[in-house]
């Protein structure tokens, strides 16, 4: 979503340039960005000045109006975020601040306009946050008709397409096709936002040497249908801000299904959606280690957090989770889910710490998208500009 925002936002700024879209898949999507929850974020989370408070709520306003524009379906129904327990009654304050200071319309709401929003739901203290402006899209659909759109402004998409080599002093590419034919691809610029693997392309170019990507993996379960629970906002916990999860939540869809989750467990490989499919032992291996650390430094109690994540992949554990914010909850009332996403979490090994924020690393005729996880998708038009803005791109 982040590479095709960037054409797009190039394509604005000078509409005869030559650009080539490389994707490795054979289609648009199949992977962060297509997984997405669709959920676009009213920018509440983050601390202002952040790229991500930065981009956040000018991001949705756009992305939204750009989907509505184009008739896409747009779910219209807020997010309501509510504390588990009593204690995290007073984070309600600073989500209320940090939204505020980020231009995002957010209220303070009592436990009557809470049943009102959420009959379904529960607030440990009475109180609750409430976005009205938080919208629900369908993923796959905008990126098929932004590919649909930049396609018919020239854009050419080399999908099925592996970069082999990078040869930064050349400025060229080598890739490699699905049958095996290989050919070379000069540039002016290169933008490197391919998620998932976005540390290994930047570190062909010598850059982000001391970061590593962190799958975690998020799966979710469907509402069923016959449940006698109904929701028609979003519904999430208080987050612990010292990590850069959301925990469990309920989201309806434009299609009117209702998904829980995300878990945020861990994953063997970047690719490794379901059962032994797409494990990288190697990479498996060096991810355990850097858990360990994680676990030793205890940073912002990351202990507690682990061992609560590890355990939601479990039904009665995730359940037990969902029913924080849904008491009436039941386990029938829950069915598996086909989605399933990894979040390209970075990780920076010299300081030993999760990254938060979105990072930018630029090379002499190249910028590196890392650590794009939510709320790039929500965020993606600002966010391409600031990527636009920041790079030394000549024609911007």
């Known amino acids: 979503m982040v590479g095709l925002a960037l054409t797009y936002q190039l394509l604005e700024r000078c509409s005869d340039l030559a650009i080539v879209v490389v994707d490795k898949e054979d289609q648009i999507g199949c992977h962060s960005s297509g997984r997405n929850s669709g959920v676009l974020h009213a920018g509440v989370y983050y601390p202002p000045g952040t790229l991500k408070a930065k981009v956040c709520v000018d991001g949705?306003?756009?992305?939204?109006?750009?989907?509505e524009a184009e008739a896409l379906p747009v779910l219209s129904c807020g997010k309501v975020i509510t504390p588990q327990l009593p204690e995290l009654d007073e984070q309600l304050d600073l989500l209320l601040a940090r939204g505020r200071a980020n231009g995002a319309d957010v209220h303070l709401i009592d436990e009557v306009d809470f049943q009102r929003l959420v009959p379904y739901g529960r607030t440990a203290s009475g109180r609750a946050l409430w976005s009205p402006d938080t919208c629900v899209v369908k993923p796959k659909l905008v990126l098929q008709r932004l590919e649909q759109r930049l396609r018919e402004r020239g854009v050419t998409f080399a999908l099925g397409t592996r970069v082999d080599k990078v040869l930064p002093a050349a400025r060229a590419l080598t890739l490699q096709g699905r049958s095996g034919s290989g050919h070379t691809l000069s540039y002016g610029y290169l933008f490197n936002a391919t998620g998932l693997q976005a540390d290994r392309v930047a570190q062909a170019f010598g850059l982000a040497e001391r970061c590593t990507l962190l799958p975690f993996k998020g799966l979710y379960w469907q509402l069923d249908p016959r449940a006698p629970i109904r929701f028609t906002t979003n519904l999430y916990p208080v987050p612990d801000?010292?990590?850069?999860?959301?925990?469990?939540?309920?989201?309806?869809?434009?299609?009117?299904?209702?998904?829980?989750?995300?878990?945020?467990?861990?994953?063997?490989?970047?690719?490794?959606?379901?059962?032994?499919?797409?494990?990288?032992?190697?990479?498996?291996?060096?991810?355990?280690?850097?858990?360990?650390?994680?676990?030793?430094?205890?940073?912002?109690?990351?202990?507690?957090?682990?061992?609560?994540?590890?355990?939601?992949g479990l039904k009665p554990l995730f359940l037990r989770a969902a029913q924080a914010l849904v008491p009436g909850l039941r386990s029938e009332h829950l069915i598996p889910s086909e989605k399933v996403g990894i979040r390209a979490q970075l990780y920076d090994r010299q300081s030993g710490s999760l990254v938060q924020d979105f990072r930018l690393e630029h090379g002499e005729a190249s910028t590196h998208v890392l650590n794009a996880i939510s709320p790039a998708f929500t965020a993606s038009f600002a966010l391409a500009d600031l990527i636009l803005e920041q790079s030394a791109f000549a024609f911007i």
Do not use: K
Request: charged share 20%.
């Open 60 to 67: 949705a306003r756009r992305l939204r109006a750009w989907c």
């Open 241 to 312: 801000l010292n990590v850069p999860f959301l925990g469990v939540h309920v989201t309806p869809s434009p299609d009117g299904s209702i998904s829980l989750g995300p878990t945020a467990i861990p994953a063997w490989g970047r690719e490794n959606y379901r059962g032994f499919e797409g494990i990288e032992p190697l990479m498996a291996a060096r991810f355990l280690g850097d858990l360990t650390s994680q676990w030793w430094r205890n940073a912002g109690g990351f202990r507690r957090y682990a061992r609560e994540q590890a355990l939601h």
